[in-house]
């Protein structure tokens, strides 16, 4: 299936229609907004030189204003985020299943604008947070704007868009005092998740290395919801949409992420605009998994219940094109924080199914946007138009940008030349997925919606021992937030429903026992979506043992593109061993990046000058994939006056990241705990500078991290 285009950069459609609105004020004179020149910003109009400032100063009432509502409502959940520009191309033509122009034309490079964001956060929290990430797609197609509004995990928290602002409400600082900031891990979040059982899937991945990505680079999106696709004689396939990163999907340790926050707080905001910047596009294969309608209730599961995927082992993820990014954008609030992800917007050959959390987004987003943008004409900011021309007869709202011409603003017409006109479906109107329905009108949930811990055991079962160990710790370190002895236990005795030696580990590192039977309000609360008892949960099932997609353990460990490689040096530092590591890693895009005890420059060994990229003041190790040591004994002694670097590479072997160390640089390692750890497979003294190319494409020697539980940073 795979024809793969080679990666032709270039300007798409869309940036060339928002270059039109890019302003540039290089060498341009300061002006009001009405064009008047202006001779000083910095001082109001006043009645004499001490005197009190005059209301006639509109130069002083304008920036004021301005300034006084720079600021918009940040989004209610996905607040902090950061996008980029790029385009999607088609390996192979799919009519057999959609119509859709963007799976259906090779020859398309149809410009999108991605948004990656965090969930629970305020604008300026940290990156690294547990949480779930946001993939949210814009495509710019032929055929009108198809938002993909993502994330990175396959499922959701809860199947009705009814119980949504519960959710977010309980995972929201508190709202008494506003405590705490992005973070899941406090009573009001767990006092919700144990009570409403269906939350316990995308619980378990939130517990998982997948909430603590290393890099928006590294991470997959999911689409989530069964959609449909419809070919061009009307038929119609389930799909789940998959984007797989070409860099694999890696993770860091919860130690990292805590210490990342406080080191830089903009990590992975900043990894995607430097990767960008340095040319080195992320980039995503789409995959589609196909259903046909007539399987629809072939599965142990309902294909309409968000909080369940469809393992990957059941049913292949065919991969049908590739999306790269390599712009980024020029101004921060027009482009990524103005732009407006709606899942209702979509294109002949895709449609929806009757998923309900699925159908209470599709309101959701619009009117939120209203509050958030201010106006129905939220489509007219650039970031927002469509490549498409628009016409229709809503004319009016806040902030028409347009001129809309003529005298008639209403359908039909003659006045108007019965314009704008109707297009038959022939011609690629929209047109809905004929679906039959004949059902009475209820309020309540499918009982196909009650298994809630098959998939949980899937995931679990599918992981490797190391990231099982990562669920465990993620679950001690949450719960042990919690102040509520009730709320810790009803969350152990679900999670024993998941995997009993789990939840027992969990509930030693809480002093706890996991309870044995459930008592009456446990049974009520699970009960609790209804009152009639009707939802009890379905017993666990067990139709898979095993989904290997669903460990990181076998993604790609192929490359070392864009990794960050701290090179600990002085003045003095061996040119030789430098230049050798240099040679291995320099044309695969990985950065090494010389970390020396001050700014400015330092000369080897040969007497050349060479920038450092960062001194040791500055950085910690935590921002760095590994770490490489030239020697030069003069290096050596002035990296050994500073403790700090005992404390770097300490905290990189911690965090199971591959070391080099050549030369002289043994006599630092005697000062740290490598040297009880030689024989680690990802540590080299005097080693192969490929051998450790390959454990840096490694990402994490995983098997080093019960050995190293002693070290004290
Ligand atoms: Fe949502 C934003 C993803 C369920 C209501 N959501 C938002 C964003 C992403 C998602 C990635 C940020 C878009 C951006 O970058 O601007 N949301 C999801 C996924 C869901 C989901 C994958 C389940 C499969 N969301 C969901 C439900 C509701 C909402 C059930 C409401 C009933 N989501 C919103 C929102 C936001 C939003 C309040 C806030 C800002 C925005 O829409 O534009 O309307």
Redesign the pocket.
């Known amino acids: 299936m795979k024809n793969k285009p080679k990666n032709k950069q270039g300007n798409s459609k869309k940036v060339d229609q928002l270059t039109k609105v890019v302003k540039d004020y290089q060498e341009k004179p300061l002006t009001t907004n009405q064009g008047l020149l202006v001779n000083d910003t910095n001082n109001s109009l006043k009645a004499g030189e001490r005197g009190s400032t005059l209301l006639e100063d509109f130069l002083l009432r304008e920036k004021i204003t301005n300034f006084d509502h720079e600021r918009i409502p940040e989004?209610?959940?996905?607040?902090r985020?950061s996008?980029a520009h790029g385009f999607f191309e088609l390996y192979e033509p799919i009519p057999q299943y959609s119509k859709a122009g963007i799976f259906n034309d090779t020859k398309r490079k149809t410009p999108v604008f991605v948004?990656?964001?965090t969930?629970a956060g305020n604008k300026g929290s940290t990156d690294l947070a547990r949480d779930?990430r946001?993939?949210?797609v814009k495509f710019y197609t032929e055929e009108g704007t198809w938002d993909l509004?993502?994330?990175n995990m396959p499922i959701?928290f809860?199947q009705d868009?009814m119980k949504?602002?519960d959710l977010?409400h309980s995972v929201k600082p508190e709202p008494n005092r506003e405590i705490p900031q992005a973070a899941s891990a406090h009573d009001t979040f767990y006092d919700f998740v144990s009570l409403t059982p269906e939350t316990l899937h995308n619980q378990i991945w939130l517990m998982s290395d997948r909430a603590i990505p290393r890099s928006y680079r590294m991470m997959e999106g999911?689409?989530?919801?069964t959609f449909r696709l419809i070919n061009d004689k009307g038929e119609a396939h389930f799909v789940k949409f998959h984007w797989k990163p070409l860099l694999g999907v890696h993770s860091v340790t919860w130690d990292e992420a805590v210490k990342i926050s406080g080191a830089d707080s903009d990590f992975h905001r900043r990894d995607l605009w430097d990767a960008i910047e340095a040319g080195q596009y992320p980039e995503w294969e789409l995959g589609v998994q196909i259903v046909p309608e007539k399987d629809e209730h072939k599965f142990e599961f309902d294909l309409l219940d968000?909080t369940k995927l469809i393992p990957e082992e059941m049913v292949a993820v065919q991969i049908i094109g590739k999306m790269t990014l390599n712009k980024n954008p020029e101004n921060f609030f027009a482009e990524t924080e103005q732009?407006?992800?709606?899942?209702g917007h979509i294109v002949p050959g895709i449609d929806f199914t009757n998923d309900p959390?699925?159908q209470?987004?599709l309101?959701?987003?619009r009117?939120?946007?209203l509050s958030?943008l201010g106006s129905p004409n939220f489509h007219q900011i650039p970031i927002n138009r469509p490549i498409v021309e628009t016409h229709n007869n809503q004319r009016d709202a806040h902030m028409q940008m347009a001129i809309p011409k003529g005298q008639t603003a209403y359908f039909p017409n003659t006045l108007g030349g019965g314009c704008p006109h109707l297009t038959k479906i022939a011609d690629g109107a929209f047109e809905h997925y004929e679906e039959k329905i004949d059902a009475k009108k209820i309020r309540s949930r499918s009982k196909s919606f009650t298994d809630y811990y098959s998939q949980p055991a899937l995931f679990y079962r599918s992981l490797s021992k190391s990231e099982q160990n990562h669920v465990a710790d993620a679950y001690s370190f949450e719960l042990g937030k919690c102040t509520h002895p009730h709320i810790q236990e009803r969350m152990l005795y679900l999670i024993a429903q998941i995997d009993g030696p789990l939840s027992k580990k969990v509930a030693d590192k809480l002093g706890l026992k996991v309870p044995k039977t459930v008592n009456k309000p446990i049974n009520q609360a699970i009960g609790a979506d209804v009152t009639d008892g009707r939802f009890e949960p379905a017993p666990k099932k067990n139709y898979l043992d095993q989904s290997p997609a669903l460990s990181q353990a076998n993604t790609k460990f192929d490359t070392v593109a864009s990794r960050q490689i701290a090179v600990l040096a002085a003045n003095g530092f061996s040119m030789k061993n430098f230049k050798a590591i240099k040679s291995v890693f320099g044309q695969d895009g990985a950065q090494l990046k010389i970390v020396a005890p001050h700014g400015g420059n330092i000369k080897c060994d040969e007497n050349m000058e060479h920038p450092v990229d960062a001194a040791i003041m500055t950085t910690e190790s935590v921002l760095f994939d590994a770490i490489y040591i030239p020697g030069g004994e003069k290096s050596i002694k002035a990296l050994l006056k500073e403790g700090k670097y005992i404390k770097f590479i300490n905290e990189g072997l911690k965090h199971c990241k591959a070391i080099a160390a050549d030369g002289e640089a043994e006599r630092l390692l005697k000062e740290t705990f490598v040297m009880d750890h030689k024989n680690d497979t990802a540590i080299f003294i005097n080693g192969k500078p490929a051998e450790f190319k390959k454990a840096v494409a490694h990402h994490r020697n995983w098997a080093r991290e019960d050995k190293v539980k002693d070290i004290p940073v």
Do not use: K
């Open positions: 989004r209610i959940v996905h607040a985020g996008g948004r990656f964001s969930v779930v946001g993939f949210a509004v993502g994330n959701f809860i868009a949504f602002p977010v999911f689409g989530i919801h968000p732009v407006a992800f709606l899942p959390l699925l209470g987004r309101f959701s987003y009117d939120t946007q958030r």
